[in-house]
């Protein structure tokens, strides 16, 4: 880098900013521009397809630079920080006017992925959290966070790392802040789990001006992460912190808890496959009407109720809204004109409301009357003494009412957004103004009567102000002298009076103070609602709350959803229950409900059938009956009662698991060590064909261990799914294990899978029926039920403990003597028992047909083959 003083004095000042954020792209005002230099014009104009260009900067080789007009800059912002990166607003802080040498310039804003606020970043139905995270020595973490646009923040304490991050991932933080002596083993974990915008802030003092958001924290643990949130907040925002919520701390365990992965394999929020809300449990129940309350809904979803009481009050509400259907309607109706309070209070705080928003939240408010009558009309103890809980804010609502236009503009800077009557000094501008005009269109018809030329006029220009205009073809018709010539056009001239002048200047004069005050009475406004804050947040709350139960209503009524029931005793009784979301998507005609029945005596439910019968909608629909239940929404059943869980764990095998490399194993022993590790005996576990990543023995015995291990030592309610039909035995040995099956019949020679959940388990022979209808070659099929035979009367050979891999294999057979002819379905291959042959052998009869879908077959076939052939080739 050359020498800072070799540079001009602008791109040494520029330097000297950008040294204060050298992770962020600074954007660095001249004149309409945002110009960025260096390293940041380089990958700005890469990352959003701008043009690159150079300007002298006092050094021989020119600068890189490329800038965004100021009036679009907001676009390129939104996609820089879509794409997970920091933007340093520079502006000039000083008049140019008044600035002696190079204008000043400060960094007024950063905006960074948590701390966006441009409506356009955010997404109205989810929360934009930021966080911040603290370890300790004892390995427990404290983790805060906060969403700046509608002013909820939080707290928590982690006993481990590993909750540390599953908690940053339920939360989805956008950003999380750090310690700048972070450990990088977790920035990297953040990393791989999606979130990459990691920012750094040491200080941890309590600030007095924390003091209100602080006040509810007790311990030390959680202040220190809040205080880093907020500094960071303070650092990068540069202002108020006004509209933030008292922060709240909260326990994880206080809920229903689910680590990403089993939300992510039960499709919460979005599908495994394609990562769409579309097919996801939010998107079945997405009939919230307000933004905030789908929000609300999402963090619902994320921590079901572990609360009998709270969850009942839920349910009793959810069943009063069905009832009534007709109130239901109008409340919805009602909640349509009820904009995005939360966020609406958010911007007055953060100072970037403008005229239209506080007419939305005046006419969201205007609502809140008719919904608590509407509620009242409903007649039922505990929605009354909701409703009278309502605050409707009357006196904001009055004052918006008396003081903004209906059709108030989006700027405030332009005025005439103020109600007449509102402001004596306003309305005395605005007299003056309007009489000043009606003067100047009164002299116009009086100037015409005077000089008799019809066609003169009175107009008015930014330049010139207001003038009498007379075309040339009737200057003949002017008194020489009479007014003062200005302008000459082609067609006219243009003159003025001092009268004229006058009463410009009135008129002006008043228009720009009662700009000016517009502007400052706005403020005053916004200053008086920026007091009522907390008010508004409640209301928000509760009107959000009201909106996610009218939505359970409606779906629950829509779809047939049952109330649940609970008990103390872990029974799981479901009787005719559906998975919700595979109802939805298919024709609920076609959905095959069925029942699940655990007791004390049954904890384990071991699901065998064929392929795509039906075995992973099957556990899954009870894991979602169970986070419907206790969010509080009915469920899809004819009948449920069921436990209140502490915690779901799933282990179920996406489609691309089928490929079973070693990493994707490793996943699945993790998992099944995590749930295995945390499980209680009020947890709910999912096993979905545990083992399959591995050779047949190796999984086997690896799942028949886990069941045992389940079973005795755990006794949580477990369904395990699995292929190994040889597991079905184990009801001889495990009490409380029940085998249940999906059914499925051959009708015309097709497997004709029936859906429906049986007693026992199931027929062994459809994996090589299966293999049958999908057309692989007869001689396959043959040898394969020569095989299941051999296998069923207790042939088995002793694997080798390391599975012979192909390339292995193939070299000892290679450095054999030759093997004639090798037919893999021929007699050659068992009577010549050479050590190849027997090599090839044992690899045919380690394949399970059972367990392979047509699919693997074939792949099995090809890979069979490929050796054959190499063989051949290497004689
Ligand atoms: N109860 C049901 N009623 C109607 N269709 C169902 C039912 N259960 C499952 N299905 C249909 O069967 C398909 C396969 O189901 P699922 O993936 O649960 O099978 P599986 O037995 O777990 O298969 P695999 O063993 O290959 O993983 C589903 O996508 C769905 O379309």
Same mark, same amino acid.
């Given at each position: 880098m050359p020498d800072m003083k070799t540079y001009t004095p602008m791109i040494q000042q520029y330097l000297k900013i950008k040294a204060e954020v050298p992770d962020a792209f600074l954007f660095f005002r001249l004149g309409d521009f945002y110009e960025m230099f260096f390293d940041d014009a380089l990958k700005a104009s890469r990352e959003l397809e701008i043009t690159l260009t150079a300007r002298d900067g006092g050094v021989e080789e020119k600068i890189p630079m490329c800038g965004v007009p100021y009036?679009?800059?907001? =676009?390129?912002?939104?996609?820089?920080?879509?794409?997970? &990166? !920091? #933007?340093a607003i520079c502006e000039q802080t000083e008049d140019p006017t008044h600035a002696k040498g190079i204008v000043k310039r400060e960094i007024v804003q950063m905006i960074t992925p948590g701390t966006v606020m441009d409506s356009r970043s955010l997404e109205e139905k989810e929360n934009h959290y930021l966080a911040a995270v603290t370890g300790f020595d004892d390995d427990t973490y404290s983790m805060a966070h906060l969403d700046l646009s509608t002013g909820?923040? !939080?707290?928590?304490?982690?006993?481990?790392?590993?909750e540390a991050i599953h908690e940053l991932v339920t939360i989805q933080a956008r950003e999380v802040v750090l310690a700048s002596d972070a450990d990088e083993s977790f920035v990297k974990v953040l990393s791989d789990r999606g979130i990459r915008s990691i920012s750094y802030m040491d200080d941890t003092t309590v600030e007095s001006t924390f003091s209100t958001i602080l006040s509810e924290l007790k311990q030390d643990k959680l202040q220190l992460s809040m205080a880093r949130l907020l500094h960071y907040v303070q650092n990068t925002q540069k202002r108020s912190l006004d509209h933030l919520q008292q922060a709240s701390a909260y326990q994880v365990d206080a809920f229903l808890r689910m680590d990403p992965n089993s939300k992510r394999n039960l499709e919460l929020t979005e599908t495994i496959r394609g990562n769409s809300k579309k097919g996801s449990l939010v998107w079945l129940l997405d009939e919230t009407i307000?933004?905030? =309350?789908?929000?609300? /809904?999402?963090?619902?979803?994320?921590?079901?109720?572990?609360?009998?009481?709270?969850?009942? *009050?839920?349910?009793?509400? #959810? $069943?009063?809204?069905i009832d009534r259907y007709f109130e239901r309607a109008e409340l919805r109706e009602r909640l349509k004109e009820v904009y995005d309070l939360e966020r609406l209070a958010g911007r007055v705080a953060f100072g970037n409301v403008n005229p239209r928003d506080l007419v939305q939240l005046k006419k969201s408010l205007q609502q809140v009357p008719a919904i608590k009558e509407t509620l009242l009309s409903m007649n039922d103890q505990k929605i009354t003494e909701d409703a009278k809980k309502l605050d409707p804010c009357s006196d904001i609502a009055d004052r918006l009412e008396a003081a903004i236009i209906e059709q108030a503009p989006l700027v405030i800077k332009d005025g005439n957004f103020i !109600?007449?009557? &509102?402001? $004596?000094?306003?309305?005395q501008y605005r007299d003056a103004s309007r009489n000043g005009k009606k003067w100047i269109a009164e002299l116009e018809q009086k100037e015409r009567e005077k000089t008799g030329i019809r066609s003169l006029k009175i107009g008015y220009n930014?330049? &010139?102000?207001?003038?009498? $205009? #007379?075309?040339?073809?009737?200057?003949?018709?002017?008194?020489?002298?009479?007014?003062?010539?200005?302008?000459?056009?082609?067609n006219a001239e243009r003159f003025i009076t001092p009268e004229l002048k006058e009463k410009e200047s009135l008129i002006l004069q008043a228009e720009e103070r009662s700009i000016d005050l517009e502007y400052s009475l706005f403020q005053g406004l916004r200053e008086e609602i920026k007091q009522e804050i907390p008010r508004l947040q409640k209301l928000a709350q509760e009107i959000s709350r009201l909106d996610v139960l009218q939505c359970f209503a409606t779906i629950s009524e829509e779809r047939h959803y049952s109330k649940p029931a609970f008990n103390h005793e872990r029974i799981i009784h479901i009787s005719e229950g559906r998975h919700p979301v595979v109802e939805k998507v298919m024709d609920s005609q076609e959905y095959v409900p069925n029942d699940c029945q655990m007791d004390e005596s049954c904890e384990m439910l071991l699901i065998t059938g064929p392929n795509m019968s039906g075995k992973s909608t099957y556990m899954r629909q009870v894991a979602l009956t169970s986070i419907l239940a206790q969010i509080g929404c009915f469920v899809p059943a004819a009948n449920a009662n069921l436990p209140i869980f502490d915690r779901i764990f799933t282990r179920i095998g996406a489609a691309d698991d089928l490929v079973s490399g070693q990493s994707t194993f490793m996943v699945e022993m993790l998992e099944a060590r995590h749930a295995i590790a945390h499980a209680t005996q009020n947890s709910l576990v999912l096993f979905d064909e545990i083992g399959r990543g591995t050779s047949t023995y190796d999984g086997m015995a690896l799942a028949q261990a886990i069941i045992e291990y389940v079973h005795d030592r755990i006794g949580a309610k477990t369904l395990f799914s699995t292929h190994y039909h040889e597991l079905t035995s184990l009801d001889q040995e495990l009490s409380k294990l029940a085998n249940v099956h999906?059914?499925?019949?051959?009708?015309?020679?097709?497997?004709?899978f029936l859906h429906k959940i049986k007693e026992g388990p199931a027929d062994k022979s459809y994996g090589i029926h299966v293999a049958q209808l999908a057309d692989l070659p007869k001689a396959l099929i043959g040898r394969a039920n020569e095989i299941l035979v051999g296998l069923e009367s207790g042939y088995q050979r002793i694997e080798p403990a390391v599975e012979l891999k192909n390339k292995e294999l193939a070299s000892t057979i290679n450095e054999e003597a030759s093997i004639g002819q090798l037919s893999l379905f021929g007699e050659e291959l068992q009577p010549k028992k050479s050590k190849k042959?027997?090599?090839?052998?044992?690899? /045919?009869?380690?394949?399970?047909?059972? *367990?392979m879908t047509p699919m693997e077959a074939m792949n099995e076939l090809y890979r069979l083959q490929k050796l054959a052939k190499s063989m051949n080739e290497s004689k």
């Amino acid at each position: 880098m050359p020498d800072m003083k070799t540079y001009t004095p602008m791109i040494q000042q520029y330097l000297k900013i950008k040294a204060e954020v050298p992770d962020a792209f600074l954007f660095f005002r001249l004149g309409d521009f945002y110009e960025m230099f260096f390293d940041d014009a380089l990958k700005a104009s890469r990352e959003l397809e701008i043009t690159l260009t150079a300007r002298d900067g006092g050094v021989e080789e020119k600068i890189p630079m490329c800038g965004v007009p100021y009036h679009s800059a907001a =676009g390129y912002i939104e996609q820089l920080i879509d794409k997970g &990166f !920091k #933007v340093a607003i520079c502006e000039q802080t000083e008049d140019p006017t008044h600035a002696k040498g190079i204008v000043k310039r400060e960094i007024v804003q950063m905006i960074t992925p948590g701390t966006v606020m441009d409506s356009r970043s955010l997404e109205e139905k989810e929360n934009h959290y930021l966080a911040a995270v603290t370890g300790f020595d004892d390995d427990t973490y404290s983790m805060a966070h906060l969403d700046l646009s509608t002013g909820e923040s !939080k707290v928590t304490i982690l006993s481990s790392k590993d909750e540390a991050i599953h908690e940053l991932v339920t939360i989805q933080a956008r950003e999380v802040v750090l310690a700048s002596d972070a450990d990088e083993s977790f920035v990297k974990v953040l990393s791989d789990r999606g979130i990459r915008s990691i920012s750094y802030m040491d200080d941890t003092t309590v600030e007095s001006t924390f003091s209100t958001i602080l006040s509810e924290l007790k311990q030390d643990k959680l202040q220190l992460s809040m205080a880093r949130l907020l500094h960071y907040v303070q650092n990068t925002q540069k202002r108020s912190l006004d509209h933030l919520q008292q922060a709240s701390a909260y326990q994880v365990d206080a809920f229903l808890r689910m680590d990403p992965n089993s939300k992510r394999n039960l499709e919460l929020t979005e599908t495994i496959r394609g990562n769409s809300k579309k097919g996801s449990l939010v998107w079945l129940l997405d009939e919230t009407i307000t933004a905030m =309350g789908a929000r609300m /809904m999402r963090r619902w979803i994320d921590r079901p109720l572990i609360n009998q009481k709270q969850i009942e *009050e839920r349910h009793s509400i #959810v $069943e009063v809204l069905i009832d009534r259907y007709f109130e239901r309607a109008e409340l919805r109706e009602r909640l349509k004109e009820v904009y995005d309070l939360e966020r609406l209070a958010g911007r007055v705080a953060f100072g970037n409301v403008n005229p239209r928003d506080l007419v939305q939240l005046k006419k969201s408010l205007q609502q809140v009357p008719a919904i608590k009558e509407t509620l009242l009309s409903m007649n039922d103890q505990k929605i009354t003494e909701d409703a009278k809980k309502l605050d409707p804010c009357s006196d904001i609502a009055d004052r918006l009412e008396a003081a903004i236009i209906e059709q108030a503009p989006l700027v405030i800077k332009d005025g005439n957004f103020i !109600k007449d009557c &509102f402001n $004596e000094e306003l309305d005395q501008y605005r007299d003056a103004s309007r009489n000043g005009k009606k003067w100047i269109a009164e002299l116009e018809q009086k100037e015409r009567e005077k000089t008799g030329i019809r066609s003169l006029k009175i107009g008015y220009n930014r330049v &010139f102000g207001y003038y009498i $205009e #007379v075309t040339k073809s009737n200057l003949h018709a002017l008194p020489e002298g009479m007014y003062d010539r200005k302008q000459t056009l082609t067609n006219a001239e243009r003159f003025i009076t001092p009268e004229l002048k006058e009463k410009e200047s009135l008129i002006l004069q008043a228009e720009e103070r009662s700009i000016d005050l517009e502007y400052s009475l706005f403020q005053g406004l916004r200053e008086e609602i920026k007091q009522e804050i907390p008010r508004l947040q409640k209301l928000a709350q509760e009107i959000s709350r009201l909106d996610v139960l009218q939505c359970f209503a409606t779906i629950s009524e829509e779809r047939h959803y049952s109330k649940p029931a609970f008990n103390h005793e872990r029974i799981i009784h479901i009787s005719e229950g559906r998975h919700p979301v595979v109802e939805k998507v298919m024709d609920s005609q076609e959905y095959v409900p069925n029942d699940c029945q655990m007791d004390e005596s049954c904890e384990m439910l071991l699901i065998t059938g064929p392929n795509m019968s039906g075995k992973s909608t099957y556990m899954r629909q009870v894991a979602l009956t169970s986070i419907l239940a206790q969010i509080g929404c009915f469920v899809p059943a004819a009948n449920a009662n069921l436990p209140i869980f502490d915690r779901i764990f799933t282990r179920i095998g996406a489609a691309d698991d089928l490929v079973s490399g070693q990493s994707t194993f490793m996943v699945e022993m993790l998992e099944a060590r995590h749930a295995i590790a945390h499980a209680t005996q009020n947890s709910l576990v999912l096993f979905d064909e545990i083992g399959r990543g591995t050779s047949t023995y190796d999984g086997m015995a690896l799942a028949q261990a886990i069941i045992e291990y389940v079973h005795d030592r755990i006794g949580a309610k477990t369904l395990f799914s699995t292929h190994y039909h040889e597991l079905t035995s184990l009801d001889q040995e495990l009490s409380k294990l029940a085998n249940v099956h999906v059914s499925a019949v051959e009708q015309n020679g097709h497997v004709v899978f029936l859906h429906k959940i049986k007693e026992g388990p199931a027929d062994k022979s459809y994996g090589i029926h299966v293999a049958q209808l999908a057309d692989l070659p007869k001689a396959l099929i043959g040898r394969a039920n020569e095989i299941l035979v051999g296998l069923e009367s207790g042939y088995q050979r002793i694997e080798p403990a390391v599975e012979l891999k192909n390339k292995e294999l193939a070299s000892t057979i290679n450095e054999e003597a030759s093997i004639g002819q090798l037919s893999l379905f021929g007699e050659e291959l068992q009577p010549k028992k050479s050590k190849k042959a027997d090599a090839l052998y044992r690899e /045919m009869a380690k394949i399970n047909v059972m *367990e392979m879908t047509p699919m693997e077959a074939m792949n099995e076939l090809y890979r069979l083959q490929k050796l054959a052939k190499s063989m051949n080739e290497s004689k």
